[in-house]
C-alpha cells in the first residue's frame, strides 16, 4: 500500500508498506462487479486502525512516491502492449467474420465499404505494432521512454477502442452476444483507456514534454 507516513511532507511523505492478509484491522469487502476484466477480482480494501510491523516497509520511507513514478514507465508500457495486442485479436475476429458471413449472396466482406474499413483497421493496428516494437527496443535498451510511452499508452488505448467498436459493428447483431469473443474483446478494452492514467493525464504529460504548462 501506498501509505502517507508524514502528512505535512507532501510527496516526500508517502512511503510503500506491505499489508498481509490477516492484519488487524484490516479486512476486504465486497467483489466488485465490473463491465469487464472478469478473470481480474476487484474489491473493496478496509483499513481500519490497521497495524503492521516496521519490518514490513518496502524500500525506504519517504520515497514510495519516487518509487512509484519510476514503475510508471513500465507500467505504461504494460498496459500498451494489452492494447496492442488486443486491437490485433480484434481485427482477427472481424477478418475471420466478414469472410464466411454471407449476404446478397456473397460474403460481407467483398462489399467495398466493409473492405475498406477493414483496411482502415489493418493499417491504425500496424501502425500501432510499428510504434510498440520501438519502444520496447528501446526500454530494453534503458533508455528513457516517457514522453513517448504517454503516447503509446494514450493512442494506443484509444485505437483499441476503435477497432473493437468497429470489430462488433462488423458482425452485426452477433457482436452483442456474450457467446462471440468479440463481445469479451470489446467489453475488455475500455478499461485501456482509463487505468495506468487516462488519456486526458497522458496528453497532460506529453505536453508538458514539449515545453507547455497546460
Not at 31 to 39: A, D, F, Q, S, V
Not at 157 to 172: C, D, P
Amino acid at each position: 500500500m501506498a501509505c502517507k507516513t508524514d502528512p505535512n511532507a507532501g510527496h516526500r511523505g508517502i512511503s510503500l508498506i506491505l499489508v498481509d492478509k490477516g492484519a488487524p484491522g484490516f479486512h476486504r469487502g465486497r467483489k466488485l462487479e465490473k463491465m469487464g476484466y472478469h478473470m481480474q477480482d476487484t474489491a473493496e480494501l478496509f483499513f481500519e486502525d490497521c497495524r503492521v510491523p516496521i519490518t514490513n516497509l518496502l524500500g525506504e520511507e519517504g520515497k514510495g512516491f519516487k518509487y512509484m513514478m519510476e514503475k510508471l514507465q513500465q507500467k505504461r508500457l504494460e498496459v500498451s502492449i494489452k492494447c496492442q495486442v488486443l486491437a490485433e485479436e480484434a481485427l482477427k475476429e472481424a477478418l475471420n467474420y466478414v469472410k464466411v458471413r454471407e449476404a446478397f449472396g456473397k460474403p460481407i466482406g467483398n462489399f467495398q465499404y466493409n473492405a475498406f474499413r477493414l483496411a482502415d483497421m489493418a493499417t491504425e493496428v500496424q501502425l500501432g505494432r510499428t510504434f510498440l516494437d520501438s519502444l520496447i527496443k528501446d526500454h530494453i535498451a534503458g533508455k528513457s521512454i516517457v514522453q513517448k510511452v504517454s503516447m503509446a499508452k494514450y493512442w494506443l488505448g484509444e485505437m483499441v477502442n476503435r477497432i473493437a467498436y468497429q470489430a462488433v459493428q462488423l458482425h452485426g447483431g452477433y457482436g452483442y452476444m456474450e457467446e462471440y469473443r468479440v463481445c469479451k474483446i470489446y467489453k475488455d478494452v475500455r478499461c485501456l483507456s482509463i487505468f495506468a492514467g487516462t488519456s486526458e493525464i497522458m496528453k497532460l504529460i506529453i505536453s508538458r514534454a514539449m515545453g507547455l504548462n497546460p
